[in-house]
């Protein structure tokens, strides 16, 4: 079953701007990871926050956490057409082994 | 470090034959992952193994599916009796353990069940 589930489906927009992704789920986390995917690499970890950090930095993505919300965001910023993708999140509520659970994903297509 | 590896990429069967598949973890990572993926969703947990032992089974997997990692290296997943539900894309990953998150991911095995 899928715990995450993201905001919004689908995401359309131009080279340069910027991308948000939202992703909402139901049960407390240890960490929330994003995740992308696309047909020439398959997927590809980008950034993992922890269940005490509330904004996370890499490169030209930024990722804040809500714990009281159950929520996180992804921003891309200055996007470029490789970065078109489909983008998970990813919940870890495992004791230990890292066992992480996907959301459904964004499909971002950036226009050149 | 040649990342995860899976075999074959693409496989058709007919329904009701068994269909067998590979994965090459990184080397020295002992945990390995089995997801499956359907269109348009993302990745659901199968199987996961430390070393050589399966530790936990999605209720997703029948019994018509099992699961190795002999010597804790390579896995295989199997599949019996194949249905057309079973029509995925199947997904290795694995990660080094001790405290490290990222999980890194084959390329997957395509299975279409005609």
């Known amino acids: 079953s899928q715990q995450g589930e993201e905001d919004p489906q689908a995401l359309s927009i131009q080279e340069g701007e910027n991308a948000t992704m939202n992703c909402s789920y139901k049960?407390?986390?240890?960490?929330l990871q994003w995740y992308r995917q696309n047909s020439g690499r398959g997927l590809v970890h980008l950034i993992l926050?922890?269940?005490?950090?509330r904004e996370k930095h890499s490169g030209r993505l930024r990722v804040t956490l809500d714990t009281s919300k159950k929520s996180s965001s992804l921003l891309i910023t200055a996007s470029r057409a490789a970065d078109t993708a489909s983008y998970f999140c990813a919940t870890d509520h495992s004791g230990g082994y890292q066992k992480v659970t996907f959301g459904t994903g964004t499909k971002l297509q950036v226009i050149p | 470090d040649t990342g995860v590896s899976q075999n074959p990429r693409h496989k058709i069967t007919k329904r009701g034959q068994n269909v067998t598949f590979r994965c090459d973890p990184i080397?020295?990572?002992?945990?390995l992952y089995w997801y499956r993926q359907t269109l348009g969703q993302g990745p659901e947990f199968l199987t996961y193994f430390q070393n050589e032992a399966q530790l936990e089974k999605s209720r997703l997997l029948s019994d018509r599916f099992s699961a190795e990692r002999p010597k804790g290296s390579f896995s295989t997943l199997e599949i019996q009796r194949t249905e057309q539900g079973d029509s995925a894309m199947y997904l290795c990953a694995s990660t080094p353990g001790q405290g490290t998150y990222e999980q890194y991911f084959g390329p997957g095995t395509r299975l279409t069940v005609t």
């Open positions: 926050i922890r269940s005490n950090e």
């Open positions: 049960t407390s986390i240890n960490n």
């Open positions: 080397s020295e990572h002992n945990r």
